[in-house]
């Protein structure tokens, strides 16, 4: 990583700050320079079209790139003065001229605002190395463990050969017993710096879309909450909002006859139970549903949705007592903003009302 990749990975550039700051702009490229060390060194600054910045220093009485600079293995006196010399000149662009994302590619900073809507909950930054400051970790605030971890790393901790290319990836918790088939799927690695029989590493390159990524979020952080994984085959409980403005459940048991398809959530087996809750404005359970399909292919993308999966759900029986989001709450669901799995503790006290 370059001295500029490590300064401003996370940071994006205010235009006019750099017009402010003394950067000319010519064809969406903008560029500065300034002479320091008594004038013997010359810092050029680019800032390209992207919001890129890029950099080299000249030897002034040469005119060369002074290229000791970016050689790690000089760490002479004269040397370092120069490098530290040239951080400060960066980080005073950065600091005048540059505002801070959260995380450096666009996935991440998406799935940090959908983490915040539905759990309220936002990274810290733990570690005081330059190099790792950037490294945002998410915590279940009821027991402060990690559920999520999202490194700035070398894409050549993966095995993939270009040294030049880093990447955003997000560490999550698996079900030990699913590790073999997730690893099958594209983008997810075995994880970088944790332990890889119960971590992988996501890359947020968009090879996966948010909601596929929320999906592996939202079940690492089920562990952490202490949430039980799947055993000896028995049904896991979950809840499932619906949306009464884009789609009718009842309309369509009628239509299919009690047997109808749901997007799929990819933690879900055949005999799985689903209660589905219909948003505002009913605000309740409604439906006791088991799932009795798996895997079947489904493409279809709108502005609210996007699915590429289903499975069957089968009416098990209909609610008439309004279990509403405060008997949920009360039982400890906190937001119903996507499937939510529960205890079968949980799921009990729900069959009582019903």
Not at 126 to 150: M, Q, S, T
Not at 278 to 292: F, H, M, S, T
Request: proline residues 3%; hydrophobic residues 35%.
């Amino acid at each position: 990583m370059t001295i500029e990749q490590e300064l401003f990975a996370a940071y994006r550039p205010n235009k006019d700050k750099l017009i402010e700051y003394g950067f000319d702009c010519f064809n969406g490229v903008y560029a500065y320079h300034v002479f320091f060390h008594n004038n013997e060194f010359e810092a050029r600054i680019t800032v390209d079209e992207h919001g890129t910045l890029s950099g080299k220093v000249v030897e002034k009485e040469f005119g060369d790139e002074y290229f000791q600079l970016r050689n790690e293995s000089f760490q002479g006196g004269f040397v370092g003065e120069i490098r530290e010399e040239y951080k400060e000149i960066l980080l005073k662009i950065r600091d005048h001229c540059f505002y801070k994302q959260l995380f450096v590619s666009n996935q991440a900073n998406r799935l940090a605002i959908l983490i915040n809507e539905r759990y309220y909950e936002q990274p810290d930054y733990p570690f005081d190395n330059e190099k790792y400051k950037p490294y945002g970790v998410f915590r279940y605030h009821g027991n402060n463990k990690w559920y999520g971890l999202i490194m700035h790393v070398n894409k050549t901790v993966f095995g993939e050969e270009n040294k030049e290319e880093y990447v955003d990836v997000i560490n999550v918790r698996i079900d030990e017993n699913r590790r073999n088939e997730i690893l099958q799927e594209k983008a997810i690695y075995p994880s970088y710096h944790m332990n890889k029989q119960k971590w992988v590493s996501i890359l947020l390159d968009d090879s996966l879309k948010d909601e596929e990524v929320m999906e592996y979020i939202d079940w690492s952080r089920n562990f952490m909450i202490g949430k039980p994984s799947r055993k000896d085959n028995e049904p896991m409980f979950f809840i499932q909002p619906c949306n009464p403005k884009y789609y009718d459940l009842e309309a369509a048991f009628i239509r299919d006859n009690g047997v109808t398809g749901w997007k799929q959530s990819r933690k879900v087996n055949i005999g799985d139970i689903c209660y589905m809750y219909i948003a505002n404005p009913v605000g309740a359970l409604k439906y006791k549903c088991e799932v009795v399909e798996t895997d079947i292919p489904f493409e279809y993308k709108s502005e609210d949705v996007s699915i590429t999966k289903l499975m069957k759900i089968k009416l098990i029986k209909r609610i008439d007592n309004k279990i509403d989001f405060k008997f949920l709450k009360s039982i400890g669901v906190s937001l119903i903003r996507g499937p939510v799995s529960i205890t079968k503790d949980k799921a009990d006290k729900i069959d009582a009302l019903i």
